[in-house]
C-alpha cells in the first residue's frame, strides 16, 4: 500500500509539474532574486565542503559531454557575439600587457606548441610558407571581400595547392573559418 501511495504521490508531482511549468519558473525565479545573496552563501558553503567531489563530477560531465558544451558555447557566441567584441575592446589593454609578459616569460613553451602544430600540419605549415614567400601582400593589396587594406591574410583554399590563395582581411577571414565550421558539422 506504501508503494502504490509513494508511485501515486509521484504520478501526482510530475503532472503537476506539468501542467504548471511556466509558473513554477517563474515562482523560482522570483524567489531567487529576492533570497539571492542567501541562495549564493549556500553555494559558497555547499562548494567549499563538496570541492573534490564537484571536480571530479564536473571532469566526468566535461569528458562525456565534450560535443554538447561545444554546440551550447558555439550557439551563444553567435547569439552575443557584439556583448563578447564589447568585453573584448574593453580588456584589451589589460590583457595585452598581461599577454606581452606572458609571452616573454614563456618563450619555450610558445615554441614547443608550435613546434606540435608543425608536427601535426606539415602540409599547412609548406603551404603557408610558400605562400608567404611567393604571394607577397603589398599596400595595392585589399580584402576580396569587403575591400580593406588593413591586417590582410592569405586564405588557402587547398594545402596541395599552395599558391592558391584568397587574400581576406582579418575579420572577413575569421568570418569565413566560423562559416566553414558551421558547414563541416
Known amino acids: 500500500m506504501k508503494e502504490n501511495t509513494k508511485e501515486n504521490l509521484k504520478e501526482y508531482k510530475k503532472r503537476y509539474?506539468?501542467?504548471?511549468?511556466?509558473?513554477?519558473?517563474?515562482?523560482?525565479?522570483l524567489n531567487y532574486h529576492k533570497n539571492k545573496d542567501?541562495?549564493?552563501?549556500i553555494?559558497?558553503?555547499?562548494?567549499?565542503?563538496?570541492k573534490e567531489e564537484l571536480k571530479i563530477k564536473?571532469?566526468?560531465?566535461?569528458?562525456?559531454?565534450?560535443?554538447?558544451?561545444?554546440?551550447?558555447?558555439?550557439?551563444?557566441?553567435?547569439?552575443?557575439r557584439d556583448k563578447i567584441n564589447q568585453k573584448r575592446r574593453m580588456n584589451k589593454k589589460k590583457y595585452s600587457k598581461k599577454e606581452k609578459?606572458?609571452?616573454?616569460?614563456?618563450?619555450?613553451?610558445?615554441?614547443?606548441?608550435?613546434?606540435k602544430y608543425a608536427k601535426k600540419h606539415p602540409e599547412k605549415i609548406r603551404a603557408?610558407?610558400?605562400?608567404?614567400?611567393n604571394i607577397i601582400l603589398t599596400k595595392e593589396c585589399k580584402c576580396e571581400k569587403c575591400g580593406s587594406k588593413k591586417k590582410l591574410h592569405r586564405h588557402h583554399l587547398n594545402?596541395?595547392?599552395?599558391?592558391?590563395?584568397?587574400?581576406?582581411?582579418?575579420?572577413?577571414?575569421?568570418?569565413?573559418h566560423r562559416l566553414l565550421k558551421v558547414v563541416t558539422k
Open 17 to 29: 509539474y506539468q501542467e504548471n511549468k511556466e509558473r513554477l519558473k517563474e515562482i523560482n525565479k
Open 38 to 41: 542567501r541562495y549564493n552563501q
Open 43 to 50: 553555494g559558497k558553503k555547499y562548494y567549499k565542503e563538496h
Open 58 to 80: 564536473n571532469k566526468k560531465y566535461r569528458e562525456k559531454n565534450k560535443d554538447k558544451i561545444k554546440i551550447r558555447q558555439d550557439n551563444y557566441r553567435d547569439k552575443n
Open 101 to 115: 609578459l606572458w609571452k616573454k616569460d614563456n618563450r619555450d613553451k610558445i615554441n614547443k606548441s608550435h613546434k
Open 128 to 133: 603557408m610558407n610558400k605562400a608567404r614567400k
Open 159 to 176: 594545402y596541395k595547392e599552395p599558391l592558391n590563395v584568397v587574400i581576406l582581411c582579418f575579420k572577413c577571414h575569421k568570418e569565413l
